[in-house]
C-alpha cells in the first residue's frame, strides 16, 4: 500500500484521529474527528488542542505523553459543545517526529434504565386513570344520598381506595421512582387491609397473629399496602377460604447480598391449593399468571417495591397452606432478644 493509499485509508476511517505537533497544535485531522467536534477540516488545522477539546484535561494529558514518550489513556471525557454531552474515549500516542496522535472513540450513550414492568405500568397507570375518577365520582354521588350509616363508610371506602391508587398512578406517569417515605405503622398497615379484605364480596374468613413489639418502619404506606393486598387478593382469587396476617421479627436474614441482623416481616398465610409447581420459578416474572383471566403484574410490583424499601418478597407453598413473606430492614437503633418461642421481642 503507498503512501497515497495509506492517507485515504486513515480519512476513511471511523475513529476520530488528529495528529498534533509539540505545541500541540492540530497538523491534521480526520473527516471523522471533524464531523464528531463540529469543525470544518481546514478551519482545525492549526488549531491548538485545547480549541479542539477544552476543559477536558486531555491537553494535559497530551503533554505528559509528549514529556514521558508513553501512550496515555482518558477514559469517559466528555464532549463540549455536543448535544447531550456526548462522552469518549482518547488515546494519546507519542510519534517520532515529536508529535502525538490523537485517537477518539465515541462512545455509545446509554439510555435510561427503564425495566420493562415499569414501562407497562406505566402504560397501565395511564388507562386507569379515567376509570378511577369515574369510580370516585359515582362514589360520591352514593355516600350523599345514602342514609345507612354502614353503606355510607363502604362509598367512603371507595373514595379512599381511588384516590391511593390515582396517587400511585400518577407517581408512576410523572416518573417518580422513589418512595415516599414517612414513618408506617405495620399493625394499622395490616388492619387497613382487614377492612378492604372484608368489603370483598365473599371474604374469606381472616386470623390475626401480631407481634405487639413491632416499630414503625421508614416508608411507603401506601405501596406497602398495595403489596400486601395484592398477596391477599391472589390468595382470595386462588381459592383461600381462610387468611391469616401475621407479623414477625426474625433474626439473621439475608437479603440480596445483604445479611440483615434482624428483619421485620409480615405474612399472609392461606389455605388454598398452592402455587402450581409449573410457576413456582417464575412466579414473580412480568406477565406471568396462575389464571387465565390474569395480568401476571400484581407479584412483580409487589417484588419491585419490596425492593426499592430494601426488603425482600419470599413465599413457600404446598396445598393447603402458602405463606407469602414481605421482610422489611428492622429501623436502627431498634434492639431484639430472643424469646423462648424462637421470635425476637424488641
Request: proline content about 7%.
Amino acid at each position: 500500500m503507498n503512501e497515497e493509499q495509506s492517507r485515504s485509508w486513515v480519512e476513511q476511517m471511523s475513529t476520530g484521529l488528529a495528529v498534533v505537533d509539540g505545541q500541540l497544535r492540530v497538523l491534521w485531522i480526520n473527516p471523522a474527528l471533524a464531523e464528531l467536534l463540529g469543525l470544518g477540516l481546514r478551519h482545525a488545522q492549526g488549531l491548538p488542542l485545547a480549541g479542539l477539546l477544552p476543559d477536558t484535561g486531555v491537553v494535559e494529558q497530551a503533554a505528559r505523553s509528549l514529556a514521558e514518550l508513553r501512550s496515555v489513556q482518558c477514559r469517559g471525557v466528555r464532549l463540549p459543545g455536543t448535544q447531550d454531552g456526548q462522552r469518549v474515549d482518547v488515546a494519546l500516542q507519542p510519534l517520532d517526529a515529536g508529535c502525538v496522535l490523537v485517537e477518539v472513540h465515541a462512545l455509545a450513550e446509554s439510555a435510561p434504565t427503564v425495566s420493562p414492568l415499569s414501562a407497562t405500568l406505566r402504560g397501565f397507570a395511564h388507562e386507569v386513570k379515567n376509570p378511577l375518577a369515574g369510580l370516585r365520582g359515582a362514589a360520591q354521588l352514593l355516600q350523599r344520598r345514602l342514609d345507612d350509616a354502614d353503606m355510607q363508610a363502604l362509598a367512603g371506602m371507595v373514595i379512599a381506595e381511588a384516590d391511593r391508587l390515582a396517587a400511585l398512578a400518577n407517581r408512576l406517569l410523572h416518573h417518580d421512582g422513589a418512595p415516599h417515605l414517612g414513618p408506617v405503622n405495620l399493625h394499622r398497615l395490616l388492619e387497613r387491609l382487614s377492612e378492604l379484605i372484608e368489603a370483598e364480596p365473599s371474604p374469606p374468613r381472616l386470623r390475626h397473629d401480631y407481634d405487639p413489639s413491632l416499630p414503625d418502619v421508614h416508608g411507603d404506606a401506601d405501596r406497602l399496602l398495595q403489596v400486601m393486598l395484592n398477596l391477599a387478593r391472589n390468595a382470595i382469587e386462588a381459592g383461600a377460604q381462610t387468611l391469616t396476617l401475621r407479623s414477625r421479627v426474625e433474626l439473621g436474614v439475608r437479603v440480596g447480598d445483604r445479611m440483615l441482623r434482624s428483619a421485620l416481616r409480615l405474612d399472609v398465610m392461606d389455605d388454598g391449593p398452592g402455587v402450581p409447581p409449573v410457576l413456582r420459578d417464575t412466579l414473580f416474572e412480568p406477565l406471568v399468571s396462575g389464571r387465565a383471566d390474569g395480568t401476571g403484574l400484581g407479584l412483580a410490583l409487589s417484588r419491585e417495591i419490596a425492593h426499592e424499601h430494601g426488603g425482600e418478597l419470599r413465599y413457600v407453598s404446598r396445598p393447603g397452606e402458602t405463606v407469602f413473606s414481605l421482610y422489611l430492614p428492622l429501623p436502627p437503633r431498634t434492639s431484639t432478644v430472643v424469646t423462648s418461642s424462637g421470635h425476637a421481642d424488641g
